[in-house]
């Protein structure tokens, strides 16, 4: 099915989805390595008997998770909408989950329709590794100062340029994004770093992080951010924190009601 316009006659469905990152080479169809939408495609198509295509709404990297991915696809089948939850979900491995499934208009689009996306990076801060978590968050054995991070990145906050936290691979045309929300806060060992913005760099949250980071640990003044962020210059910024500690949480669509 064409992924821009629906064709006469199809129906068109968003779903939305929780996985795991580890496994996969990202969301985006891979040649040669496992990709979510490639799963993905595989269990949609076996309920529909045909052929399909999702499209995402973000393209995670290569190990981050999400809990609030959106994807949609446009099909002939007609199936309940609950059939086609149990359906699609008795065909995907179990690192990859479909929470809901719903009819939306036909000029919806997961990717092109979203107006803001948000993140959230877990960081594990204790002298030890864990077994458990190390999927999910970036061990860092320094102690770190969650104040200081919070205060400095509050700078991010509102339109600016982003060069400095863009990855040299980064796609797209403008390095000009808006920040709606962002903060660092402490739970025991665990630091969490949530970002709301109406779109994302390459690498724009995990660079961000690594310089947050640097400025938790005592490393850099609660300025330095401020002074990356007017570089424009990827060179001078922090390390790229590691995809384990990466969730797409929620992929906001104002003009549309979907489930949560």
């Given at each position: 099915?064409?992924?821009?316009?629906?064709?006469?006659?199809?129906?068109?469905?968003?779903?939305?989805?929780?996985?795991?990152?580890?496994?996969?080479?990202?969301?985006?169809?891979?040649?040669?390595?496992?990709?979510?939408?490639?799963?993905?495609?595989?269990?949609?198509?076996?309920?529909?008997?045909?052929?399909?295509?999702?499209?995402?709404?973000g393209?995670t990297?290569?190990?981050?998770?999400?809990?609030?991915?959106?994807?949609?696809?446009?099909?002939?089948?007609?199936?309940?909408?609950?059939?086609?939850?149990?359906?699609?979900?008795?065909?995907?491995?179990?690192?990859?989950?479909?929470?809901?499934?719903?009819?939306?208009?036909?000029?919806?689009?997961?990717?092109?329709?979203?107006?803001?996306?948000?993140?959230?990076?877990?960081?594990?801060?204790?002298?030890?590794?864990?077994?458990?978590?190390?999927?999910?968050?970036?061990?860092?054995?320094?102690?770190?100062?969650?104040?200081?991070?919070?205060?400095?990145?509050?700078?991010?906050?509102?339109?600016?340029?982003?060069?400095?936290?863009?990855?040299?691979?980064?796609?797209?045309?403008?390095?000009v994004?808006?920040?709606?929300?962002?903060?660092?806060?402490?739970?025991?060992?665990?630091?969490?770093?949530?970002?709301?913005?109406?779109?994302?760099?390459?690498?724009?949250?995990?660079n961000?992080v690594?310089?947050?980071?640097?400025?938790?640990?005592?490393?850099?003044?609660?300025?330095?951010?401020?002074?990356?962020?007017?570089?424009?210059?990827?060179?001078?910024?922090?390390?790229?924190?590691?995809?384990?500690?990466?969730?797409?949480?929620?992929?906001?669509?104002?003009?549309?009601?979907?489930?949560?």
């Open positions: 099915m064409n992924d821009e316009v629906a064709v006469a006659g199809t129906l068109r469905l968003a779903l939305g989805l929780e996985y795991d990152g580890t496994a996969y080479n990202g969301w985006q169809i891979q040649p040669h390595a496992p990709s979510i939408q490639e799963s993905l495609n595989r269990a949609v198509s076996a309920v529909a008997d045909s052929p399909i295509a999702c499209v995402g709404a393209r990297d290569t190990g981050v998770h999400a809990t609030g991915q959106v994807a949609h696809f446009d099909t002939l089948a007609n199936r309940a909408e609950r059939s086609w939850l149990l359906g699609i979900n008795s065909n995907l491995p179990a690192d990859i989950n479909v929470l809901w499934v719903a009819a939306v208009p036909s000029h919806f689009h997961a990717r092109f329709a979203a107006r803001s996306r948000s993140y959230r990076y877990m960081i594990l801060n204790r002298p030890v590794r864990s077994a458990l978590y190390r999927h999910r968050a970036w061990w860092v054995r320094k102690p770190l100062d969650a104040e200081r991070m919070n205060s400095a990145a509050q700078v991010l906050m509102g339109e600016h340029d982003f060069s400095s936290f863009r990855a040299s691979a980064c796609q797209a045309h403008s390095p994004r808006t920040v709606t929300e962002i903060g660092v806060s402490r739970d025991g060992d665990w630091l969490s770093v949530v970002c709301s913005a109406n779109a994302f760099l390459h690498h724009m949250v995990r961000l690594g310089s947050l980071v640097r400025i938790g640990s005592g490393e850099a003044d609660v300025e330095w951010i401020g002074e990356l962020l007017a570089a424009r210059d990827r060179k001078v910024s922090g390390i790229t924190a590691p995809a384990a500690g990466l969730t797409l949480t929620c992929v906001g669509y104002p003009d549309f009601a979907l489930p949560r």
